[in-house]
Each structure stands twice: as structure tokens, then as C-alpha cells.
């Protein structure tokens, strides 16, 4: 961790809001689902912000958790490397996000690996983890393991398509929200500028 003493004043304040989207239920939901997707002798680690970040912070978990999504042979880390020194395991969570990208998670759910590292924002790694969950449940391949109501399913494209005589009746056609030519006529409209007689 960053050897950083305390924050004062704005700083301060910006930390504990983001400190405040962290949620403590969903901690509990993610850590069940990594340790039952990892399906190896992975402990869940005591409840509370700190032992979730130490319990993620060298990486291993997470690259264990990313092959897990993939078929056995494919996996995108081959080789998860159980090391004490700080390069080697911000190495390792910066090689779980660019495999969560490639898997399917979107650039803007991704955290910094200092949010992790330095337990800067752990609300985004929660957040991350989710948009994996969500992603490994809409693909539904086979590899994930843990009940799919845990994550929310991704919305899948659904293109249409129309045929050319399709498309030219639509142009005839005004659509109820620009309004309704029924009833509109131009009746008893005078010209520009002309002053209206009112008896």
C-alpha cells in the first residue's frame, strides 16, 4: 500500500463519497461467486473493505477467477505467479483487466489498478467484478459457475431486418410523434400580414 499520511479538507471529503458506494452486501455476493467460479481451495477471506482488498490485492485470485471463465487450454493468463513483490502483483491485476476487456467487460467498467493496489476506490472493483459476472452470464458458454439471478444479463443486439417495399411504405407514412394532419385544414386562413375581421 501507499505510504500516504491523511487527507484534509476537499480531499477528504472526495474520499468519503467514494468511499460511501462501497457495499458491503455485494462484497459478500461477489465473494461467494469467486470462490464457488474458482472451484479451488480459495477461503473466503473476513468481512470488511480491507480484508477484501488484501484478499485481492496480489492478484492471484482475479487471474484465477478470468481462466476460470474460459474453457481448460484457453485460458487467457497460463501462468499466475504467486510472488510477494509489488511490480509482479500489479502485474498480475493489470493482466486480469486487459483479460476482462478481451473478454467482453466494457473499457468504462474497468478500474485503475491503483483502485485495487492502493485501495483508492474499491466500490470500482466491485463494480468491475459485476460487469464480469453480467458478461460470463449473458455468454452463457458453459463456464459459469454460481447462480445466474446473481448478475444482471446483458442486453443482446436484436437487428432487424426489412425488406425495400418495407422501408418505402414507412416513408408515407407520419409518425404519431410529429402529429396528427387529421383534422387540419387551412380553412378560413387569410394571408400574411392581412389584419382578421372580427365582428
Not at 479451488?40 to 477484501?52: L, S, V
Not at 484478499?55 to 478470468?66: A, Q
Not at 394532419?181 to 386562413?189: I, V
Request: hydrophobic share 35%; aromatic share 8%; with cysteine.
Amino acid at each position: 500500500m501507499a505510504n500516504r499520511g491523511p487527507s484534509y479538507g476537499l480531499s477528504r471529503e472526495v474520499q468519503e463519497k467514494i468511499e460511501q458506494k462501497y457495499d458491503a452486501d455485494l462484497e459478500n455476493k461477489l465473494v461467494d461467486w469467486i470462490v464457488l467460479q474458482c472451484a479451488e481451495d480459495i477461503e473466503h477471506p473476513p468481512p470488511g473493505r480491507a480484508h477484501f482488498q488484501k484478499w485481492l490485492m496480489d492478484g492471484t485470485v482475479l487471474c484465477k477467477l478470468i481462466n476460470s471463465l474460459y474453457p481448460p487450454g484457453q485460458e487467457p493468463i497460463p501462468k499466475i505467479s504467486e510472488s510477494k513483490m509489488a511490480f509482479k502483483q500489479m502485474e498480475q491485476i493489470s493482466q486480469f483487466l486487459k483479460a476482462a476487456e478481451i473478454y467482453g467487460v466494457r473499457t468504462t467498467d474497468i478500474f485503475q489498478t491503483v483502485d485495487l493496489w492502493e485501495g483508492k476506490d474499491m466500490a470500482a472493483v466491485q463494480r468491475t467484478l459485476m460487469a464480469l459476472g453480467s458478461v460470463a452470464v449473458t455468454k452463457d458458454d458453459g463456464c459459469y459457475r454460481g447462480e445466474p439471478s446473481w448478475f444482471h444479463r446483458k442486453a443482446q443486439q436484436n437487428r432487424r431486418g426489412f425488406s425495400e417495399e418495407q422501408l418505402r411504405q414507412g416513408q408515407s407514412v407520419i409518425g404519431l410523434q410529429m402529429g396528427s394532419n387529421k383534422g387540419a385544414s387551412q380553412a378560413g386562413m387569410t394571408g400574411y400580414g392581412t389584419p382578421r375581421q372580427i365582428m
